[in-house]
């Protein structure tokens, strides 16, 4: 069963615009943490922003910060005043306490346009 | 230390042959992940080993793959008889246990099998 979910298809946005990267999950384990990733044309994997199941604030990093709804099982992405970039693939996973891995969505890809 | 360093970064294989990346991860990380990214998916687990033991195996890691962390220092990943289902990104990652949150990854391998 898909444990991440992102569905939504490629997106362009306006530089200095936000945008909002959708991810769903799923888990029966009441201790996990989610993750965003940043994967430029390079390949490698950025590490973003990290949300604790626990945590009772949305996580914020700098540009980034994280919807956490619990509830709905939701963990969006906010990425305010894009920049050029920011253009990459952009990966939600999720680690559960009981598994040593992470388990990836399918990404979204976003194109910063001038 | 400048981070997870792959070696590596492009291989060009003919079917059949055998190859080996290798994985120097961030000098006090304790535990080093490979994972593989298939064309317009996201990561996927192969195998995760804490210092030299190698705790965990997907189904996906068939017995052409091997893993191997000697010392608890840098990895190696070999695949024997390569066959075309095997191009991938190779990725690795590392972290320390007691902050498992933290996963850097390498900028991968990009292994092309024709």
């Known amino acids: 069963a898909q444990k991440i979910t992102q569905t939504q298809p490629g997106m362009f946005v306006q530089e200095k615009e936000a945008v909002t990267l959708d991810c769903t999950y799923d888990t029966s384990d009441p201790s996990y943490g989610l993750f965003w990733y940043k994967q430029p044309s390079s390949g490698e994997m950025i590490f973003l922003i990290y949300q604790g199941s626990y945590d009772q604030q949305n996580a914020t990093e700098g540009r980034y910060s994280l919807n956490f709804q619990k509830a709905r099982k939701s963990a969006n992405l906010v990425i305010s005043a894009s920049q050029l970039g920011d253009s990459a693939m952009y990966f939600c996973?999720?680690?559960?306490?009981?598994?040593?891995?992470?388990?990836f969505g399918k990404g979204n890809q976003v194109v910063v346009i001038p | 230390d400048t981070g997870v360093s792959q070696d590596p970064r492009h291989k060009i294989t003919k079917r059949g042959q055998n190859v080996t990346f290798r994985c120097d991860p961030i000098?006090?990380?304790?535990?080093l992940y490979w994972y593989r990214q298939t064309l317009g998916q996201g990561p996927e687990f192969l195998t995760y080993?804490?210092?030299?033991?190698?705790?965990?195996k997907s189904r996906l890691l068939s017995d052409r793959f091997s893993a191997e962390r000697p010392k608890g220092s840098f990895s190696t990943l070999e695949i024997q008889r390569t066959e075309q289902g095997d191009s991938a990104m190779y990725l690795c990652?590392?972290?320390?246990?007691?902050?498992?949150?933290?996963?850097?990854f390498g900028s991968g391998t990009r292994l092309t099998v024709v």
């Open positions: 080993f804490q210092n030299e033991a190698q705790l965990e």
């Open positions: 996973a999720m680690r559960e306490s009981r598994l040593n891995r992470l388990a």
């Open positions: 000098s006090e990380h304790n535990r």
């Open positions: 990652a590392s972290s320390l246990a007691v902050m498992d949150y933290g996963y850097t």
